[in-house]
């Protein structure tokens, strides 16, 4: 099994521009969950999915974020428009039974 | 306050040394509880759960104790391979899916 798949590793952005970040969880996982991660606040549920359904998105900062599952095998948090405050690790995480795995994360800074 | 505490460390410890986390957390109807390990720049990783009745895996024991609403990690016989930071989990009172993470407590073992 690969694992679950986040890209790109690192982003690089202006203010003001779309940032989107993808995630492909593990086959057969239902739930799915994108974290952020600072120093500051350490690691911070955005929202999840279960079975592609948006279960809970109360920890999204802003309207400027929004997340979607079209399918069981993809996820997308869009960022529009960035701002430098966003900058941060952007995590997805699968789970099923047990335990969460996350992807290696995505590093976003907007300049 | 936030509701899941751990000491940020450092903690510099010699090999082979003995060294032990503790970790608070605010809400007593929390019912999962767990240990994740993250190296510099990469995804957390599940340790360890915890119980009630303590558990070990190897050289590392964890042990919650609800009266007092804490968590401990004991690490025997420390490696240069345990340096990483590790976070303390506790799972939201109102739903056991969604976790609330601790800042993490940084390891350095040195040789």
């Known amino acids: 099994d690969a694992g679950v798949i986040q890209s790109p590793r690192h982003e690089v952005t202006e203010m003001g521009q779309e940032v989107t970040l993808r995630c492909k969880p593990i086959s057969g996982h239902d739930y799915l969950f994108w974290y952020r991660q600072t120093m500051m606040r350490g ?7 279960n079975n592609n359904v948006p279960i809970d998105d109360s920890g999204m900062p802003e309207d400027r974020f929004s997340a979607k599952m079209p399918n069981a095998s993809f996820s997308t948090l869009k960022i529009q428009p960035s701002e430098p405050r966003d900058s ?3 995590f997805c995480a699968s789970r099923q039974v047990g335990g969460y795995t996350f992807g290696s994360g995505t590093r976003l800074t907007v300049v | 306050r936030k509701e899941v505490e751990q000491d940020p460390g450092p903690f510099n410890v010699p090999e082979g040394a003995t ?9 007593s109807a929390s019912q999962s509880f767990f240990w994740y390990r993250q190296d510099c720049r990469k995804e957390p990783k599940l340790l360890m759960s915890v119980y009630s009745s303590g558990n070990e895996d190897g050289r590392f024991t964890a042990q919650l104790n609800r009266a007092s609403q804490y968590i401990s990690l004991l690490i025997r016989d420390s490696k240069l391979s345990d340096s990483a930071t590790y976070l303390c989990v506790a799972s939201d009172a ?13 390891l350095a073992v040195n040789p």
């Open chain 2, 19 to 27: 060294v032990a986390f503790n970790c608070t957390y605010s809400n």
């Open chain 2, 94 to 106: 109102g739903n056991n899916r969604k976790l609330i993470w601790g800042l993490g407590t940084s």
């Open chain 1, 88 to 90: 941060a690790v952007y």
């Open chain 1, 43 to 49: 690691l911070e549920l955005l929202i999840y999915f």
